[in-house]
């Protein structure tokens, strides 16, 4: 049964933008009181739909703290690109030094002639 | 006729005249005959000077354009342009880096250590530390090889080429000779002269090749040093060794010649296939092995580059070569911009078909070059264009093999290639983006032969 509320409050969770029917429906659920049998078929519904919304509430909540969780990760793994990315950006630090020296040595040839 | 004009006209003619007399006025056989105008060519090439010199390497590697014949003698082009006197060459390093180059290094020997057709080179030593783009520090009194442009060159070859360009001009009008692209093939051997001329790009290339193998502890290439180096000057750490052209079998035995021949054609694979920047000017002259047992690769004056998609591609091609799939080879080739008449496509696969055959599958060890050669002069006979850079990649493959097999003359590179053209085809596939489009073809073709 958990399974099948889960479920369902996976399907709720995907479809979000539910319509206004399936939002009264919870609000009418939440209103009831548990453990009141015989309140008919629209009762039961309107109690599941309140159901499966408190799990897919849950759901979200344990979604988002996955999502934290690999967020947390998140800088071990980038740590990995961040030292490629430094070592790149070190090269091309390195080659703009050399076409700085390069020019440089060109400027002074040229300082040079214009002395003699 | 302006003055250059008129002396090109004249070798020309003196030229010709000479391989008709060697061919006896056509009396002698046919290879004879094409043989000594390839000599003749050859010759005319380098007593006309760097810009034909240049020319004659390119020609050399456009065997779709010039007969076998003439491909083979071209290559014996480089290197053989006798040295500038060092009085010019003294002067352009003083113009260059403004000062004589007594005053710059420590230690500079005038007496040439190589020569080339644009350029010549002389050893040196620091006068100061050096902390390179990549790689270790150079000391002070650390030998260094000085490349130094031939003084002149940069005009003979502006004059000549606008000479090239009209004569191309000409010779395309002449509806037999336009299939020969003369102008685009001026284009592209204008752009890379240009590139050539500037001494700072081969400068850089070195940089980003030493950076794609630092990681290769058998691969070395020449630290740049960029304080000495400008347009017309080249300073780099100089490297001893042996020229790949010059390895007797004496030095050779004090390395490991068939591992390292091997890994050379790995390196050349990972240059094409992985980091996607070729040497694309590789010959025995190029190389050299240090007595530590490295490779070590010079002259990055030419450069081939593949983008990701064409690099998959050419591993597919590559697989498909080695592993003597006719089929699949052309399908891929496809990919890389050959286009194949539909008319043509049944004869074009039966002799790329035979040439697998007589060169790789029956041929022990296989010849690449003789694959490679017989290729493209293939595409020639059925008058299909060859894309801007398909030529120079698949003479390039069969250089790597003249290369390692003047390292290990019994090598055969077919069996190196397959194991890196495998990985990296199941490399490529098995990335989520393929897998996701070769998937529903593949489960058809898995339930047709369930099916069948």
């Not at chain 2, 644009?118 to 260094?144: F, K």
Request: aromatic share 6%; with cysteine; hydrophobic share 45%.
């Amino acid at each position: 049964m958990t399974d099948f509320v889960r479920f369902l409050a996976a399907w709720s969770l995907l479809h979000e933008s539910a319509d206004e029917g399936w939002k009264a429906a919870v609000q009418r659920g939440e209103g009831l009181e548990p453990g009141r049998p015989g309140q008919g078929p629209d009762a039961f519904v309107d109690g599941l739909a309140a159901l499966v919304n408190d799990e897919k509430e849950r759901l979200k909540r344990e979604l988002s703290t996955d999502d934290a969780n690999e967020a947390a990760r998140e800088p071990i793994r980038s740590s990995a690109d961040l030292a490629d990315k430094l070592d790149a950006v070190a090269f091309e630090l390195a080659e703009l030094r050399g076409r700085l020296e390069s020019l440089q040595a060109s400027v002074d040839a040229l300082a040079a002639r214009r002395d003699d | 006729m302006p003055p250059r004009g008129g002396t090109i006209a004249a070798v020309a003619l003196r030229r010709t005249g000479l391989a008709l007399w060697r061919m006896r006025f056509g009396l002698r056989g046919r290879r004879m005959r094409r043989r000594a105008v390839a000599c003749q060519l050859r010759l005319a090439c380098e007593e006309l000077g760097p810009t034909f010199v240049k020319l004659g390497q390119l020609a050399s590697v456009r065997p779709d354009l010039v007969p076998a014949e003439a491909a083979f003698e071209l290559e014996r082009l480089q290197d053989r342009l006798p040295p500038v006197p060092i009085e010019p060459i003294r002067a352009t390093l003083t113009a260059e880096l403004g000062a004589p180059p007594e005053r710059i290094f420590a230690t500079f020997d005038p007496v040439p250590v190589a020569t080339a057709s644009i350029a010549q080179v002389h050893r040196a030593t620091l006068a100061h530390d050096y902390r390179p783009v990549v790689g270790a520090m150079l000391h002070a009194g650390a030998t260094v090889a000085v490349k130094v442009i031939r003084p002149g060159v940069e005009r003979t070859i502006d004059q000549d080429l606008a000479v090239a360009s009209r004569w191309a001009a000409l010779l395309d009008r002449v509806p037999r000779l336009q299939r020969l692209g003369l102008r685009s093939m001026l284009a592209e051997f204008r752009a890379s002269l240009r590139s050539e001329l500037d001494l700072r790009n081969e400068g850089r290339v070195a940089d980003r090749f030493a950076r794609d193998f630092a990681d290769d502890p058998l691969v070395c290439v020449p630290r740049v040093v960029w304080r000495h180096t400008t347009r017309r000057v080249l300073v780099s750490e100089f490297v001893e060794g042996w020229r790949l052209s010059d390895l007797s079998d004496a030095e050779r035995a004090g390395v490991d010649a068939r591992g390292l021949a091997t890994h050379g054609a790995e390196v050349f694979l990972r240059q094409v296939l992985v980091h996607g920047r070729f040497h694309a000017d590789l010959h025995p002259a190029n190389l050299f092995v240090t007595p530590d047992g490295r490779i070590c690769y010079l002259d990055f004056g030419i450069v081939g580059r593949t983008t990701p998609q064409q690099r998959i591609a050419i591993a597919q091609v590559l697989a498909a070569t080695v592993y003597g799939d006719a089929d699949r080879a052309l399908r891929y080739s496809r990919e890389l911009g050959l286009e194949v008449p539909e008319r043509d496509e049944a004869a074009v696969r039966d002799a790329v078909d035979a040439l697998m055959r007589r060169h790789l599958t029956e041929s022990e060890p296989a010849d690449v070059r003789g694959f490679a050669l017989g290729f493209l002069s293939m595409l020639a006979d059925f008058r299909i264009p060859v894309p801007e850079g398909y030529g120079l990649l698949v003479k390039a493959l069969a250089t790597v093999e003249g290369v390692a097999r003047a390292i290990y003359p019994d090598i055969d590179i077919t069996r190196t290639a397959a194991p890196f053209a495998t990985r990296l085809v199941a490399a490529q596939l098995a990335q989520p983006r393929r897998l996701r489009e070769r998937l529903p073809a593949a489960t058809r073709a898995a339930l047709r032969e369930l099916l069948a």
